[in-house]
């Protein structure tokens, strides 16, 4: 909120400068940051009395912008990747997943492996509950599981994240 959109009758003002003039009313305010050729702009709205400060609104509101885009810039975005198997996969074709699924891990990204079955597969799924312990422990060497092989409707679901190093 900025000058007449503030609604207190007293605020603690702080200068241009960072220096504190003190508790005043809201309409002494307003008149030194006018003077100022200024903003009164209410920076911690939440404390007793509301703490409003004489700056610039245009600046202060790149200041922020500015610096917003600076922490988002630090961040790093971990992705869900996901790799699809089935109960009856060949060795090779598990073998081409492995190597996908480690490309995935290298990255830094984690990876959710879904062994899917289909019609009467679903009779055995327990007994296919191997393929997800193989494929995670041919990665163990560069990740861990992060949630262990559990059934959700029509398939095991087992998430795998790069271990740290």
């Known amino acids: 909120m900025i000058n007449e959109q503030i609604r207190a009758r007293e605020v603690r003002l702080v200068?241009?400068?960072?220096?504190?003039?003190?508790?005043?009313?809201?309409?002494?305010?307003?008149?030194?940051?006018?003077?100022?050729?200024?903003?009164?702009?209410?920076?911690?709205?939440?404390?007793?009395p509301p703490v409003c400060k004489i700056i610039d609104y245009g600046k202060y509101r790149y200041e922020l912008a500015r610096k917003?885009?600076?922490?988002?810039?630090?961040?790093?975005?971990?992705?869900?990747?996901?790799?699809?198997?089935?109960?009856?996969?060949?060795?090779?074709?598990?073998?081409?997943?492995?190597?996908?699924?480690?490309?995935?891990?290298?990255?830094?990204?984690?990876?959710?492996?879904?062994l899917r079955f289909r019609g009467r597969e679903m009779t055995r799924m327990y007994k296919s509950k191997y393929i997800l312990d193989d494929f995670a422990a041919s990665l163990s060497d560069?990740?861990?599981?992060?949630?262990?092989s559990k059934a959700e409707g029509r398939s095991l679901i087992m998430f795998l994240s790069a271990k740290k190093s």
């Open 15 to 48: 200068g241009e400068d960072g220096e504190q003039l003190g508790i005043v009313s809201i309409n002494t305010a307003l008149e030194k940051a006018e003077a100022a050729d200024k903003d009164l702009v209410l920076i911690a709205p939440t404390a007793k």
């Open 68 to 114: 917003d885009k600076e922490s988002k810039k630090k961040q790093k975005v971990i992705e869900v990747k996901e790799v699809r198997l089935s109960p009856n996969i060949d060795t090779n074709d598990l073998n081409t997943k492995i190597s996908a699924a480690r490309k995935f891990l290298e990255k830094g990204n984690k990876v959710k492996i879904t």
């Open 142 to 148: 560069i990740s861990s599981i992060e949630k262990p």
